[in-house]
């Protein structure tokens, strides 16, 4: 039907033979995100589950202890069941020998914790000259481990009940320092179990930013120790909740992944769902001179709110999130309720700026970052490219977020970086906004330092952030809609800019990848008509 | 962000308040779809698991006592386990008693299988009026039975350790006796596993046809018993394929559903995986002069193809399917290969079509149906539109499948029952075409009967089928897209035309429906912000 000619439209210098033989046929053992730089060799050694290990030369600690031990079950699943007893490895292809051992050489002392910026650089060598027949991942930081583990991972080829391996040498680092994934667990729930899964996933893909949008107008899951009615009475219900428990889990979850959660708590607008819990936080709106019962944004002429905001964001920042930023938000104030409150209409006139709400809405920013300037563990911060555009005073090491509509998205990062500002790009790349057919291309070709600006303004460029808004996803869904799109999104962020000018080029690498993430036992849906060993 | 704006402008009209209440506030204890006629009362009787049982007063069979069986652990999923051990229900409610038992009263013989305009009438009487404290199901046919079941289940409202179900009288039958949902099996593999579940779900919506588009140019994956090359050579691999006791599993598996498979081998286009198991079937193409090594429509000229189309659509018909009627396809013939090639050329000058290839199409359909009059069933048979559109003699019982663009279906279902023949539409109900937001409007706004016709006209529309063409979808995220998007269809081919109007006043519905199949264990995606107590 219809379905069917729009694919074979799609096909177009992307499709190999029609009929029985899949459109696209994968690659063996590429690595994605692709390595920054990696020397193939047409010889292979042979790893065989059973005799297989993980040695460490260099420092330890729990991060890489646990590392070893995640990437044994994720490059082994089945043994010593069934797939062991299947046909022996060949030795057809050029062999070198059997790699028995692969040596981690942590060059320095652990980390506690992934940071922005931190480095993630490795190194890979597999019977290279200098270290014949043997196979080390080294790197000066255990972020750069976690990564190499990661690469050699995807290197492994099965063949009958072992795996062949090339000996390659691959030297790799990230294009950019800010990789992230945002979702929202407001408008819909997601369970912890999800979030870990989306988390293991982020790590297969070299992502480092789990930006976690809280909260929004629709529910307040997160628990405030300090303010228990935010979810009490703000949540869907008290089930629909993120305890302090499961947020340390999350943030430990993601820190052995080299993975930071950077969290969001959007104000002054996006907040309705604040409101029950916390009694003049919000505006009341009016019809005429009566209140209407309704309420807008948070009450920027309410002192006692920058108390409240104190509070809550030195819990947040201090008991909760370990991260050195926050998010802060910042977008899409509505100015109606504003206008309808006549204490609103006297705060302004008294302080000249009558009918002015985006200077209102500076009053409020402005507060608010003097409020976390201040916090204990003077926390750095990011907010959407609103509180920029509205001119607000902000701090000089602040990270704006640009979002608004991919056509204008190069001009805001101009002005963002010719102001001096770090700056991430997730404009492109919003991942909720699907559309039937083939919607990768897009996210491919869409590059955060494709603007006019000067070397030193693209220097400013942190990296970018795919986007999965939470309106129609929940637990049913968000894994499948969200992989492998987000793929598309990592490889652009880590890989080297030539690398990655070619859709035709990923698309056969990104095939073996799909079916590689499915065959982790990751429910990753299909980017066209294809096949997968682990369909059934 | 953005995608928070676009759904604030969807709820217009839609919502209730916003901020921490959910926008859709779901009804509680009603059917979907919404049965023709409903007496509800406000007196209320409790249903206890630990006593409840259904007992047969009338006929019996394997399918009654397989669906009282199977109705029980989908009412009672927790019974005996913690959930009784919750707090006990109240009497809050106008109780009028304890409904202990259902009296299943089937007033005709079981028949053995479903079929095209079966019986599906049921009435239900919970404490009538002539029937007090007592309730029963009574229908002519098992499939009226079956009905009334997923009805009665949909009733049960959860109260502590038991369940309140209103007093309540329902006479209830379909406006169409063809509900169809349309699945692809060969652009992407589908487990018998989820073939099984999506037959869940379809008998929660009263969905009675499971239209299987068995295979198509990508992959051959039915397994012939007297041509087994075909899916030898023309499936993914050996693995991805459905064997005579897979076809007989989800047969059985639909029966016993009250739901018809019906199966669609699509000719002559929509055939490049038949091609390799098959020499001789398809038409070479040509270079000039010679074949260029790939292949176009199955070769009307070859003689031996009709030989190989009646065995195979034989073994098809008497072997596997067991449904009176076959799905032929017929659309999206394209003629260039037919054009290149000389030999056609010169049978169609010898027949006087010289240039004119829908002709040549005509001559292979009028052949196709030739060997299907002559089957040793005497099937009936659905074709796409283009077999009418090409003005091919088709039988007089044949059922044209209306799937072209949604503005010229109307046209189309008037010539075609212009023309005497029964209908089914679908070009409106095409699931795999996805966008952003809120989609099923256009679904439910859709209906078969709305064209410039006679009521003579109209009486020829049997149905329609929802599509989810499988491009872009497979195991991963196939149940979550066809539902319970798919429910929409649903309700619009059972329930009334004036109660299918209003998208305002389904949405509530379509809310506790869509967490009823979720509670019931099935990851159907959510509509839009919500939230429902099975999301943890």
């Known amino acids: 039907m219809k379905a069917a000619l729009a694919v074979v439209a799609v096909w177009v210098g992307v ?48 991060i890489l202890r646990n590392a070893t031990q995640r990437y044994m079950k994720i490059m082994f699943p089945d043994k010593g069941s069934r797939r062991s007893s299947i046909q022996p490895w060949s030795k057809t292809k050029a062999f070198t020998g059997y790699l028995d ?47 190499g583990l990661e690469t050699f991972s995807q290197m492994l080829i099965p063949d009958g009940s072992a795996f062949m391996v090339n000996t390659t040498q691959i030297m790799d680092f990230p294009r950019f320092g800010h990789r992230g994934l945002m979702l929202d667990t407001s408008r819909h729930y997601l369970p912890v179990a999800v979030l870990k899964e989306n988390l293991d996933l982020m790590a297969m893909n070299k992502f480092n930013v789990f930006h976690w949008h809280v909260v929004d107008d629709q529910s307040f899951p997160y628990v405030s120790t300090a303010f228990p009615n935010l979810s009490k009475l703000g949540a869907y219900t008290e089930r629909h909740i993120y305890t302090p428990a499961d947020v340390a889990e999350i943030v430990e979850y993601a820190r052995l992944r080299g993975i930071r959660v950077l969290p969001e708590f959007d104000t002054p607008g996006h907040t309705q769902s604040w ?8 505006t009341p709106c009016y019809t005429g001179s009566v209140p209407s019962g309704t309420f807008g ?96 005073e902000i701090a000089s090491d602040t990270i704006v977020h640009v979002w608004k509509g991919g056509s204008t998205a190069g001009e805001e990062m101009n002005k963002v970086t010719k102001a001096g500002y770090q700056t991430i790009l997730s404009s492109c790349w919003y991942l909720n906004y699907i559309n039937y057919g083939v919607d990768w291309h897009a996210y491919y070709d869409c590059d955060p330092t494709n603007f006019n600006g000067t070397d030193a ?77 682990a369909d059934i």
């Open 457 to 533: 303004q693209k220097q400013l460029v942190l990296g970018g952030e795919a986007c999965m808004w939470g309106e129609f996803v929940d637990r049913t869904n968000l894994i499948a809609r969200t992989w492998p799109r987000a793929s598309v999104v990592a490889e652009k962020l880590w890989s080297a800019i030539d690398q990655t000018q070619s859709t035709d080029a990923a698309t056969p690498r990104l095939e073996e990848h799909r079916c590689r993430l499915l065959g982790r036992g990751y429910g990753v849906e299909p980017l066209w008509p294809s096949f997968c060993e």
């Open 275 to 282: 409101g029950p819990g916390q009694p003049g936080l919000l």
């Open 101 to 147: 051992e692969v040596t981690i050489n942590l060059m320095a002392p652990c980390e506690e914790k992934p940071y922005n910026d931190m480095d993630e650089h490795y190194q890979i060598k597999i019977d290279s000259p200098d270290a014949q027949g043997i196979g080390t991942i080294m790197a000066q930081s255990i972020w750069g481990i976690l990564r």
């Open 15 to 62: 499709s190999g033979v029609m009929g029985s033989i899949p459109q696209v046929k994968p690659t063996v053992g590429q690595v994605w995100p692709s390595p920054q730089m990696q020397q193939p060799n047409n010889t292979y050694m042979i790893v065989r589950p059973e005799t297989f290990k993980f040695t460490t030369t260099g420092h330890d600690c729990d």
């Open 297 to 392: 944004p948070i009450n920027p002429i309410n002192e006692d709110n920058y108390k409240f905001l104190k509070d809550f964001f030195t819990e947040v920042t201090t008991q909760r999130f370990t991260d050195h930023y926050v998010h802060l938000g910042g977008d899409e104030v509505s100015f109606n309720c504003w206008q309808s409150n006549p204490n609103i209409t006297a705060y302004m006139a008294e302080h000249n700026i009558t009918g002015d709400y985006s200077k209102l809405e500076q009053v409020y920013i402005t507060k608010l970052l003097d409020v976390i300037a201040h916090l204990p563990n003077k926390n750095g911060y990011l907010v959407w490219q609103e509180v920029f555009d509205n001119g607000v």
